[in-house]
């Protein structure tokens, strides 16, 4: 156990250095959350996994030693560091670092910093439901699979149930699930829930972490995400020693825990039953393999697949893993869709499935390993929703292919609504198109499907729910339908709907950062130079012959031309503006990318690297 000694002393030492904000876990060693900060860093210390007895011996030497420590004391709490919690901000999410040992990106999402935040959102949402102290508002909290997990999830209890309001932990749960404990009617699950809290920072790399936040109305929006970060960070000033043992207390006494995850599944089990005529398994026979790349969608294998009759031997990744060791769980990265393909294969199965850590992103595969995912899932989903709302609208992101116009229009009969980037733009400019009122600047156009190429996707006839799951569901009512009808060839039938799909031959994505720290850039921000960018690139279209602009466009600049097209545009949340670009040919990319360049080159803030590169090759 040499290896443990030493890595005990480095572990006080980097406490030590760290105490000032360490002292906010200190305060009552004896707690369930002292310890498991302590499995926490032992686990993934020096970014070696360590075994379990290891993790065990160096435990116990580490809570001996914070038992010295913890003097827990009755003044205001100064050793707390400034934070911005400004920064937090990731359009609708909030997302920040939650594990130390990344070079040059330290721990921003601080329990101190996470209570302050759930505090602030209990008191949003006291607001909102203009709740009565008669009955205690009840808030659900789940989380992915991250290693940082727990200690939110501790820290996010404690600031509620500090507030005054009821917590309900879930567990492993999935952003969707969360979301939907805000609309179940069941008592004894204690649901509805007043607010959910899911936490996670999606497909990002391990050391991450965040929240999304639900009503029954769906997901928070910007700007009440603003509001709550502003109250997180009056809250986090006023902390006292006394005032965080007594939400800690609170917690101890009253979290509730419970297995909703069930519910939520048995609602897709009889989605899909219902959609069959009510036969037990519909599924029956049929081979999907499961991809959760370890994050927190194993539970569509057993839990819903399996009741329904499928076959999922050869799934994969199913366990929680915090550190992804197998790839990135996110249907748009090509590893993971290549993992999932080869999966599908190996086991000669019907169908692949693929989620990404929070399950609110999916994917699919055929059984000859072609890929449902980014425009061609698109493609998909709108044949099956078109199938059942001829001529509805279909409102998707910026960076669909021309072809996916084409594809719905031409071929399905639907209405293309190209719109931002961003599942939560993409879902309220859904909803917006369909309300008939006239305070909402509404149009009254009837849509039923809002999709993203990220595999973001939300049905109306789902709440609007931007679930992964439940778009895997339509896809299995669309296998087990075709079966009942007496069409033989398994996912086949998936494979001829999007038959037509224009696809292109080069299809890039670049991204283009901008150097906040050059003087073009000081003193501004980047979304300004960014814009001004566009601007310029936006003249050198309309003065070239060879490009038109896109007519109708919501973001960025577009412009067709060598038969492709290409759309520059600001990132939601990070200084790059990301290039999409997609043409026939290698050589037809490479003229729309050099229109591009020659366009911005004068910016020296951007880092044109990446399209330097791609035109040179
Ligand atoms: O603008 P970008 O940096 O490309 O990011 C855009 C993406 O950000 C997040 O991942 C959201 O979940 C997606 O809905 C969105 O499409």
Request: charge should be negative.
């Amino acid at each position: 156990m040499a290896v443990c000694e030493k890595i005990v002393e480095n572990v006080i030492v980097a406490k030590n250095r760290v105490l000032k904000t360490n002292q906010y876990n200190q305060r009552d060693c004896c707690s369930a959350a002292a310890p498991y900060n302590h499995r926490n860093f032992l686990s993934f210390h020096g970014g070696k996994k360590l075994s379990f007895s290891q993790v065990d011996h160096c435990m116990k030497i580490l809570v001996s030693f914070d038992r010295v420590l913890s003097a827990p004391s009755t003044t205001a709490v100064p050793y707390l560091e400034k934070v911005d919690f400004m920064k937090l901000q990731n359009g609708s999410d909030i997302r920040g670092v939650a594990v130390a040992g990344v070079e040059g990106e330290p721990v921003t999402l601080t329990e101190p910093v996470t209570e302050a935040i759930a505090a602030a959102f209990s008191a949003w949402l006291l607001e909102m439901k203009r709740a009565d102290a008669s009955k205690p508002l009840r808030v659900s909290v789940g989380h992915d699979s991250r290693i940082s997990a727990q200690v939110l999830q501790d820290a996010v209890s404690q600031g509620i149930a500090g507030a005054g309001l009821d917590v309900v932990q879930y567990g492993l749960a999935s952003t969707p699930a969360m979301f939907n404990s805000t609309l179940t009617e069941d008592e004894a699950f204690l649901c509805p829930v007043d607010g959910a809290i899911m936490i996670t920072a999606s497909h990002l790399p391990y050391n991450r972490n965040g929240f999304k936040f639900f009503t029954n109305s769906g997901g928070l929006g910007k700007a009440d995400i603003k509001i709550i970060l502003e109250r997180a960070a009056d809250i986090y000033k006023s902390f006292t020693d006394q005032g965080l043992m007594k939400s800690k207390r609170k917690a101890s006494e009253s979290i509730k825990r419970l297995d909703y995850m069930t519910v939520y599944t048995s609602d897709l089990v009889k989605a899909v039953r219902k959609a069959a005529e009510n036969i037990e398994k519909p599924l029956e026979g049929f081979h999907i393999v499961v991809d959760a790349g370890n994050g927190a969608g194993g539970f569509f294998a057993e839990k819903v697949l399996q009741p329904l009759g499928a076959i999922t031997s050869g799934s994969q990744f199913l366990e929680p893993d915090g550190m992804f060791p197998n790839h990135i769980p996110n249907p748009e990265d090509k590893t993971a869709m290549k993992s999932i393909t080869q999966a599908v294969l190996e086991n000669k199965a019907d169908l692949g499935i693929i989620f990404d850590t929070d399950v609110d992103r999916s994917a699919a595969v055929d059984s000859i390993g072609h890929e449902f995912n980014r425009n061609r899932l698109i493609a998909l989903m709108s044949a099956i929703v078109l199938e059942e709302h001829p001529g509805t609208t279909i409102v998707t992101d910026s960076v669909t292919s021309d072809g996916l116009t084409t594809f719905i229009e031409k071929k399905l009969g639907g209405k293309h609504h190209r719109f931002k980037r961003g599942y939560k733009n993409v879902i309220d400019e859904a909803v917006r198109l369909g309300v008939s009122d006239l305070l909402f600047n509404s149009v009254g156009e009837e849509s039923h499907l809002a999709i993203e190429t990220s595999g973001h996707g939300a049905l109306r006839e789902n709440h609007w729910l931007d679930d992964g799951a439940y778009l895997m569901v339509k896809v299995l009512n669309k296998l087990a339908s075709a079966r009942a009808s007496g069409i033989a060839g398994g996912s086949k039938v998936l494979t001829d709907l999007v038959e037509g799909l224009q696809e292109p031959g080069v299809a890039v994505e670049l991204r283009l950062k901008i150097d906040q720290n050059h003087p073009d850039v000081k003193g501004g921000s980047f979304r300004e130079y960014g814009e001004a960018v566009l601007q310029l690139l936006e003249n050198h279209i309309e003065s070239d012959p060879k490009l038109q602009k896109a007519p109708v466009n919501y973001e960025g600049v577009r412009a067709s031309g060598f038969g492709g097209w290409f759309l520059l545009r600001l990132s939601l949340h990070d200084p790059v503006l990301p290039l999409n670009i997609e043409a026939t040919s290698h050589e037809d990319a490479l003229k729309l990318g050099l229109a591009v360049s020659s366009a911005v080159k004068e910016f020296h803030a951007l880092d044109t690297s990446a399209l330097d590169k791609f035109i040179q090759t």
